[in-house]
């Protein structure tokens, strides 16, 4: 089975700082995706980012980018210049078998930006 | 992108009466929808996984006589809760599902059971 892992419960950091949320999994696949959603106080979840694993370019959402390191299992999520607006729980996700597209989340990282 | 609606999006019953939660794909044609419960301060839990046209599949744990979820179409799937209890209050919610694996989220159901 599909193993995700958040280590940092929560995080806090200055306005316009920068912040970097880990996320380690486990696979026994080679071609897989790798998502970070954020769900807001509102509580709807949003699509950060995705990344693809056979590509080896790190992808990135004008303030937000991946350190995709495959060999090491690790998916961290950079957030550049953060706003008050990224206060959220962010959880990284992958699917759970491959096959019938279902996702294992991982327990999340409560940030927040202080203004 | 993708708009995936759930309604109600907060409701209150009586203890021992079913509620119907909808989640609805509004620009897109979900054939794999999923029903998640959160709570306070926790990842999503998934509950079940619903196929158009077919019966849904329960995670381990979850009883299916107690949730029960119908795709009736390829842009409808419906969650109801029977015989609502106390321990049955939570944050529900739906997304729809895509062969590459993305989901898009329904904005949650807010259940509270008195």
């Known amino acids: 089975a599909q193993t995700v892992t958040q280590s940092q419960p929560e995080m806090s950091v200055q306005e316009a700082e920068t912040v970097t949320l880990s996320c380690t999994y486990d696979?026994?696949?080679?071609?897989?995706?790798l998502f970070w959603y954020k769900q807001p106080p509102s509580r709807q979840m949003i699509l950060v980012i995705r990344?693809?694993?056979?590509?080896?370019q790190n992808a990135t959402e004008n303030r937000f980018s991946v350190n995709f390191q495959k060999a090491a299992k690790s998916f961290s999520l950079k957030i550049s210049d953060s706003q008050l607006g990224d206060t959220a729980m962010y959880f990284c996700?992958?699917?759970?078998?491959?096959?019938?597209?279902?996702?294992?989340f991982g327990t999340g990282t409560r940030l927040t930006i202080i203004p | 992108g993708a708009v995936v609606s759930q309604h109600p999006s907060w409701v209150i019953c009586k203890s021992g009466t079913s509620v119907k939660i909808e989640c609805r794909s509004l620009?897109?044609?979900?054939?794999?929808m999923f029903w998640y419960r959160q709570f306070p301060k926790q990842s999503l839990m998934l509950m079940a996984t619903?196929?158009?046209?077919?019966?849904?599949?329960?995670e381990q744990g979850v009883e299916k006589d107690k949730f029960l979820i119908n795709h009736a179409s390829l842009t409808l799937s419906t969650l109801t809760v029977t015989s609502a209890h106390p321990e049955d209050s939570s944050f529900y919610i739906c997304?729809?599902?895509?062969?590459?694996?993305?989901?898009?989220f329904g904005p949650g159901t807010r259940l509270t059971v008195t």
């Open positions: 996700a992958f699917p759970s078998n491959f096959g019938n597209e279902k996702l294992t």
């Open positions: 997304s729809a599902g895509t062969k590459s694996y993305e989901q898009y």
């Open positions: 990344q693809e694993a056979y590509k080896q």
């Open positions: 619903s196929n158009e046209g077919s019966k849904a599949t329960y």
């Open positions: 620009d897109f044609q979900a054939t794999t």
């Open positions: 696979t026994s696949e080679n071609n897989y995706y």
